[in-house]
């Protein structure tokens, strides 16, 4: 069908003005009066929705007048500018076609419904302004980390899924199996024999696409990943979900310095991207969900990050240890509390902390200089603490021998990963980020089941 | 570090002619004689080598000689023009370190390898100029593709890889657990407990995200998806994956029609797109891959596509049965042979068959008047044969009913789908891409394993 994006319609207005169109959407509202009637539909494509007028000597009146919300609907009919209305433009229907009725029943009408209500009806929520313009912004800033590593000649690498190996010995992890569970089979031992099963061993999916990434970084330099990654935790946070997608660039003849300043500009990157991009959403965003959103986008743009080690971190947090429920010491691990102190108290801008003990970092960290800390680098961001945990790996072959030895890791399972060190060594270094967090942080929305389509969380696996 | 990308050497000579820089990159060979050397190095941001001249009186001189093939060097000095040689610039080297060495036992040393043996090296194989050109191709058609989309407002959308339902009753699936395998918990009446199971229900990987995505169809108009799926089917063969990625648009207010424009749209976009932004990549498939693959690639772009029925394409292949394995008859699936007469020698270009009986597509395509055939199609590329595969969808909540019937589906796992006729119905449609199959396509490649990364296969889950 030859139909018209009511973006277009908004963003070119002059083209448009006095001309004829035809649009396809859903209604919002209906309402009529003696002699006219007002349908407001949203076709998906933007923001706000198209508000189209009918008058009595249309044929068909009777029947526009009775369109229920939520109906499917293709009208036909000239654009006109509103000066001095709420909307801009609006449509003088010569033509409204029933595509597809809503009965009263349909869960949608025009009232607030509760994020909670709205999580029971995930295949009919992205219909409402808020998740509408969450899943827009989502998408966009997916396009916008593309976008970034592309421009910068980075290969986008799909790393597997399914792995044979827990190779972070990150997390509880989901088995993957065509074994029937009702009768598992056997060996002559009494342990489950997984020469039966479809890869003839066990299988897990992935918790992050790291280790095969770097291995892509030292045939192409920069690569990163993007793609799903799981997590079998019992639990039930506003930040946890059991499936997620994440960003995994990978950078080689790149220190923790370059580390950081890849993080910074695509962070950076995506904020613009959204900001010019859905500027009807953000404003939604800003009005109704988290006041102070733009301001506080607008002001990490400008802003250069800030820079503190792990040790002096601690310096400064332990003078508040009175007002932390977990009391810091040099070699704990940073809590959200803790995090959210330094970017929104100390330092008022998204912060990095770097050099880590190496006792709460995983193994494939460098070493630095000190023996006792590692080339590690978080960055904390006010509102959510932690968006990105990055570090330099471990380029020298003994010293990653011996970390794992110390952390009884298996070397026969890391082969590969240690030939990238005995053939071709080169130092390092690259980052995670939690797509969803990120989704959240541009929105200001405050549940991760709202920033996914379709949600899996401990006991939740619906449509 | 500051690196010159050895592509923009070559890709902006003159600017670089006569300039010192710093490159990092690995040897690929290395050559000396009395007073000179050459390393040939690639650093991954190009498909061909730079070539660096370094001479006895470089300080490290001795150094240089012994670099292994496969090491890693950062190498400064002067790029020139070298007009007549086989390379169109070279490196005039200062300085050469050592980043990381290259012992003997490297396992990519300068001579020729099989595919077969690079399989079982898939963490070194992209350092070889084929597997190289593989996945660069691979990130630039991935990118391409939501290019493609973006620039059409369309709404990408990740839906969710872990599903509580076999939706299309779609082949074989991979359960996904948390149970103790070697030690089910059952019920009092003996069967598994999925009570105790991370989502207290069955959950499998998904085989397609296509029912997911007409629910936020119904929400943005159009959307599309590129995820990973799944398929546990025992089939040891060069074109099935057990994991692999698709691409799933999905158009509302669209018809067949609206479908194979898109379709056709998007297959010359990605085309036009690694053309252009791989030439070097291209150039060495056709030479050394798939003789006649540009040609093949060129002539698709200036091609309209075929256009034919299946009722037409039966009576078409009826006359050459004694030439197939399979014989045809109106009423049976095609097979690769018969599509690939199709499109190789009946039509001499893509071809897009239409309206295939009901029996042998899925529930969800839209009835025809005829009341024996459906809205679908596929289409047919020289070389593999089917690559697309859509349809329009059954938007009658009536028609839809009394197929699930017909088909003995269960209607309560597929209320939210029934949904969508219910509440704003509207004809759409969509369809699914392959991923590797079009990077097989784009490449010449004859095995889906060397098309991605890390692949998984029945009996093979390696790194």
Same mark, same amino acid.
């Given at each position: 069908m030859e139909l018209t994006n009511i973006k277009d319609l908004f963003r070119e207005k002059e083209k448009y003005q006095g001309r004829k169109v035809t649009i396809g959407g859903w209604v919002r509202s209906n309402r009529d009066s003696k002699n006219f009637g007002f349908l407001v539909v949203n076709d998906g494509t933007f923001f706000e929705p198209l508000q189209i007028v009918y008058s009595s000597e249309m044929p068909g009146f009777a029947e526009a007048a009775r369109i229920g919300v939520g109906a499917a609907v293709v009208a036909t009919g000239t654009i006109v500018e509103t000066p001095g209305a709420k909307q801009p433009i609006e449509m003088q229907a010569e033509e409204v076609l029933v595509e597809g009725a809503s009965p009263a029943d349909y869960p949608l009408q025009k009232k607030r419904h509760s994020f909670e209500y709205l999580r029971t009806i995930s295949h009919l929520r992205p219909r409402t302004n808020t998740f509408q313009a969450v899943f827009r912004v989502r998408s966009l800033a997916a396009y916008a980390i593309h976008k970034f590593f592309q421009e910068r000649e980075f290969v986008y690498v799909h790393t597997p899924l399914i792995t044979g190996s827990d190779c972070e010995g990150a997390g509880e992890m989901f088995q993957v199996t065509t074994l029937d569970l009702e009768n598992v089979p056997k060996t002559?031992?009494?342990?489950?024999?997984?020469?039966?099963d479809f890869f003839c061993k066990p299988t897990n999916l992935t918790v992050s696409g790291q280790l095969d990434a770097e291995t892509y970084a030292f045939a192409f330099r920069n690569v990163y990943t993007f793609g799903p990654t799981f997590r079998a935790e019992n639990s039930n946070t506003t930040?946890? *979900? *059991?499936e997620f997608w994440m960003i995994e660039p990978e950078m080689c003849f790149a220190d923790l310095t370059d580390d950081m300043m890849l993080a910074e500009s695509m962070l950076k990157y995506v904020i613009r991207y959204v900001l010019d991009n859905a500027p009807e959403e953000m404003a939604f965003f800003n009005q109704f969900v988290d006041k102070g959103l733009i301001e506080r986008l607008e002001h990490v743009l400008t802003s250069e990050f800030g820079h503190v080690t792990y040790t002096e971190a601690i310096e400064i947090l332990e003078k508040h240890n009175d007002e932390f429920e977990y009391k810091v010491h040099w070699g704990s691990d940073l809590q959200t509390e803790h995090e959210r102190y330094l970017t929104e108290k100390e330092f008022k801008r998204p912060v990095f902390v770097t050099d880590y003990p190496k006792e709460i970092k995983a193994f494939y960290m460098k070493l630095n200089?000190?023996?006792?800390?590692?080339a590690a680098m978080d960055c904390l961001v006010p509102g959510i603490g932690e968006i990105i945990g990055g570090s330099q790996r471990e380029d020298k072959l003994e010293l990653l021998e011996q970390r794992m030895e110390e952390l009884g890791l298996n070397k026969e399972d890391y082969e590969f990963y240690l030939d990238l060190r005995r053939y071709g060594s080169a130092r390092h270094a690259g980052f995670g980020l939690g797509f969803e967090r990120c989704v959240m942080y541009l929105t200001g929305m405050g549940n991760i089941r709202d920033v996914i389509p379709f949600p899996r969380t401990v006991k939740n696996c619906e449509l």
């Open positions: 002559e031992e009494g342990k489950v024999d997984y020469s039966q930040r946890h *979900a *059991a200089e000190d023996g006792k800390t590692v």
